[in-house]
């Protein structure tokens, strides 16, 4: 069985001898290459070809996303970051891939690009920011570093705005979110809780990160190592959890999570515990809160959630300057309202997740 090879197609031909034959062509250009996969020959033509492309898509858009992806800034990008770039820049570039430079520092272009933001975002703003977002910071990128002479998208008026620096989890939350969730969304909740990290870090959670006392990793996201002691509550979930998969944070058939099935599976829980309003990342808020509240400074607070100096003051400043509700003893009714039980029930082997 042949692997699949990136970037190029392959044609099965049968000769006039009756000789079965596979040609490889480069799905770009359609270039037929030389030579059989892994050999000099095939990966001198397929060189060839991919010049083709930089020659063809040069002075372009498509010729400055290329560019962009070689860079060191683009290497820099934790992996989902990458993905979502190459996404929203797959649809501009559908649409505006061929526009040549002076096109590009055109006002005109802005007025086009805007015109679309305008339209789109009334069904889904945040999503029309975050398209206009990726494409402005690659042109900002073509115009300092590049041959681009000015960055026409340098700004725009966002359509959606949303501060999230004072939505917390509180202890009724918490109740609520436990008493409706299954094992695995629990466990989901309390890794957040106690840890202060990403969704993506923990559901990339290796258990040889975990040593019986704590827990270290190095963030997907902003490449930080961090390292954060397991409360009672967490180490007692942990320790009493089956060991079913090199991975923490299972689904009940002990296999990864995808991150959409975990967001179906986090909303459906949320709906079930009419929780409205708080996303899994305001977890991360919430921790900061916590262990300010526990007495930790802020040197403190970000070598354990990661977050800058800067955000994590941010957040302690809306939130505490809104509202005192949560108390004095708010860790100890988080550690509380933790029934490590449910760590103890075993995985079940169902057909599906």
């Known amino acids: ?74 290497r820099k990008l934790a992996a989902s970051t990458k993905s979502e770039y190459k996404r929203v820049l797959k649809f501009w570039e559908n ?11 055109d006002k005109a272009f802005r007025r086009e690009v805007l015109k679309w933001h305008d339209e789109f975002s009334e069904e889904k703003p945040r999503e029309a920011d975050n398209r206009v977002t990726i494409l402005a910071r690659v042109l900002s990128w073509a115009t300092k570093d590049g041959d681009l002479k000015a960055n026409v998208l340098d700004s725009f008026d966002r359509a959606y705005s949303s501060d999230r620096s004072e939505m917390i989890w509180l202890p009724e939350h918490v109740d609520a979110f436990m008493e409706k969730a299954t094992p695995e969304m629990k466990l989901g909740l309390v890794l957040a809780l106690h840890t202060g990290q990403r969704q993506g870090d923990l559901l990339a959670l290796k258990w040889d990160a975990y040593d019986g006392t704590h827990i270290r990793l190095r963030q997907g996201k902003t490449r930080r190592f961090v390292t954060v002691k ?65 007495g930790c400074n802020l040197g ?3 070598a354990v959630t990661g977050h800058s100096l800067r955000r ?9 300057a809104r509202t005192s509700t949560m108390a004095d003893n708010a860790i100890a009714k988080f550690e509380a309202v933790l029934d490590a039980d449910f760590a103890k029930q075993g995985a079940k082997q169902d057909a599906k997740e």
């Open 1 to 74: 069985m042949h692997a699949r090879l990136k970037g190029i197609n392959r044609v099965k031909a049968k000769l006039a001898s009756g000789e079965q034959v596979t040609y490889y062509y480069h799905r770009a250009t359609g270039t037929r290459l030389e030579g059989e996969p892994g050999t000099a020959l095939f990966l001198a033509s397929m060189a060839k070809a991919q010049a083709k492309v930089e020659t063809r898509t040069a002075g372009t858009l498509s010729g400055i996303i290329r560019d962009f992806e070689k860079t060191a800034k683009w």
């Open 95 to 105: 649409d505006y891939g061929k526009v040549p430079f002076p096109a590009l520092e």
């Open 230 to 294: 397991a409360t009672a509550a967490l180490k007692a979930t942990l320790d009493d959890l089956p060991r079913s998969s090199t991975l923490i944070l299972t689904t009940k058939t002990g296999r990864q999570f995808k991150k959409r099935y975990f967001a179906e599976k986090w909303e459906e829980t949320c709906t079930a515990a009419k929780i409205a309003d708080l996303h899994f990342h305001d977890i991360r808020g919430t921790t900061v809160t916590m262990l300010f509240q526990a």
């Open 300 to 302: 403190e607070i970000v």
């Open 312 to 320: 994590a003051q941010e957040i302690l400043d809306r939130y505490l």
